[in-house]
């Protein structure tokens, strides 16, 4: 069955780094893009960045931009997000997505265009 497996999430003091890894399998990985997203307390889910099927393309939301990277290996079935100058308002359970996408198509932001999910890691940034 389709899953995704985030690990590498924890607590950090601010200004640190993380890296998150989603893990998928029981669908053919090269042929989706991926996303990130978070939710923090009483907020809602938020788009982080997204990767494109190769890992050609790469799309980040303003308030990560800059500090954070999407990146994908596809022989691992694996795509990663690199947190670094780490906030408190970056603490948040974080999620990967897929979107089942022609190489062509825009990278997606919206939550409601990906397939899949996974259950989320939790990231804590302490001031």
């Known amino acids: 069955q389709v899953q995704l497996q985030e690990s590498g999430g924890g607590l950090v003091q601010a200004g640190g780094s993380l890296r998150l890894s989603c893990a998928a399998s029981g669908f053919t990985f090269s042929f989706y893009g991926m996303g990130w997203f978070r939710q923090a307390p009483g907020k809602e889910r938020e788009f982080v960045a997204a990767?494109?099927?190769?890992?050609?393309?790469?799309e980040y939301a303003d308030s990560v931009k800059g500090r954070f990277t999407i990146s994908r290996d596809n022989d691992k079935k694996t795509v990663y997000l690199q947190l670094n100058s780490l906030k408190p308002e970056d603490t948040a359970l974080y999620y990967c997505?897929?979107?089942?996408?022609?190489?062509?198509?825009?990278?997606?932001?919206?939550?409601?265009?990906?397939?899949?999910w996974g259950q989320g890691t939790q990231v804590t940034v302490s001031s």
């Open positions: 990767i494109n099927r190769n890992g050609g393309r790469t």
């Open positions: 997505a897929a979107d089942r996408m022609i190489s062509s198509a825009p990278l997606e932001r919206a939550a409601n265009r990906y397939d899949y």
